[in-house]
C-alpha cells in the first residue's frame, strides 16, 4: 500500500513527540508528515522523508512554511443538553454566585429539566451543532458525558444521541456515563435512592454506551463516600474511571481519584502537594479547565507549579456546558491555560494534544504525529505554535485533518491537491 496523504512545507511541525524533534513539543523545521489508512508513517524534516510510493489519488497539502500541529483532543465535555443559561451567566457577572443559582433552581437541575423535555432531534442537531464548531477550531477527537438526563431513559438517550452525533462526524467521540453528576431534585430526600437507580438500573442500561464513568465530586454534588460507590458500580461494568475532582473546595476528590486509580481528575483548583502526589504516583492526568476557572471569576486557577512539582501529568479541555463555559474552541483554552492557568505555551500545546489523549487513555494513539499514531492535524495560520496562545480569539485553524482526511478550514491559500505534482519523484 502507498502512502494516501502528504503534507510537505510546514514551516514548523509540532509533533508532541519529544524523540523526533527539539524540546518537549518535539519541533522540526520544515517538516513534512506522510500517512496512510489513517495512521502516520513518517513525520520529520522532509529533507529526510523516505522514498516512498504514493497513490494516485493520494490527498497533498503543501504547507507554504506555516505551522502544524496535531489535531487537538478535548478531554471534557457535557456535549449533550438543552436549553441555554446566558440569564445566568449575566446574573454571575452582577454578582450572584454559582452554588447561589443552583440553590435557587438554576444551575444543572435546570439544564436537566430542560433535556428531559427536550425532543431526540433537538438535542441531536444541538450536540452535532457543537461537535461541528469543535472540529473547525482544530479537535479531532472529544469526550462527552452524559449528565443531564439522570433517569434511567435520559441517560440512556443522551448517549444514543452522542452515538448518533458521532457516527454522523469525523471526530473521535469518547463518550462517558454521568449520571452522577447531580443527585436529582426528585431524589433530594432519598440519596441513597438515586444511587440504587444508578447502580442497578442506570449503569446496566448505560455502560455499553459509554467507555467512562464519571461523578461530580463536590460541595453541592456527591460525597466522597457516594462518589466512590458510582466509581466501583462503574468499574463492575468495564468502566475506566474519571472524577469531578476538588473545583469547588478541598473536598477530598483528588485523594479519591488517585486511591481508584482513575484515568484522570478534573477541574482541581484546590489541590496540595499531598494530593499532587498522589496523582502522580496512581498515573492519574490532571484535566485543567481554564475556560471554566476563568468564567467563574473567582480569580483561581488550577495550582499548576504544584502539579509540576510533584510530576502530575496535565491535560486540557473546554469543559463545554450550559453553566460555567459554553465554549467548543480548543485554541481559546490552550490561550487561557497560559493567560489565566498560569501555563507555558509549551505546555498548553502539550496538554491539549498528547496530555489529552492520555486523559482518555489513547495515548501514543492520537495527540501526537508520530509512526503509527492517527494522522490527525490541524494546518495554523501562522508560522508558530505560540500563536495559539499570542493571538486571540480568531479561528487559526486553516485545515482540520482526521485521519488523514481534510475535514474543515477554509482552506485559503493552501494547495490541497491529489497525487503526485508534476515533476516530483516515483
Ligand atoms: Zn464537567
Known sequence: MGIDFLLTGAGQLVTCDPGLGEGPLGLVERGAVAAAGGRVLYAGPEASLPDL????GAVRVEAGGQAVVPGFVDAHTHLVFAGERADEFAARLRGVGYEEALAAGGGINRTVRETRAAADADLEAAAAARLGRALDYGTTTLEAKSGYGLTVEDERRSLEVLARVAAGSPVEVV??????????????????????????EMLPACAPLAEFVDAFCDRGALTVEESRRVLAAGARHGLKGKLHANELGSTGGAALAAELGCVSADHLLFCDQEEARGLAAAGTVAVLLPGTSFLLRTGRAAPVQVLRDAGVRMALGTDCNPGTCYCESMQLVIALACVHGGLTPEEAVLAATDGAARALGRGGRVGRLAPGAACDLVLLAGRSYLDLSYHLGVNLARLVVKGGVVCAGDGAGVPVGRGQPAGAGP
Open 53 to 56: 510510493e504514493v497513490d494516485g
Open 175 to 200: 463518550p462517558t456515563f454521568l449520571g452522577a453528576h447531580l443527585i436529582p431534585e426528585e431524589y433530594a430526600g432519598d440519596r441513597a435512592g438515586y444511587l440504587d437507580l444508578l447502580e442497578h
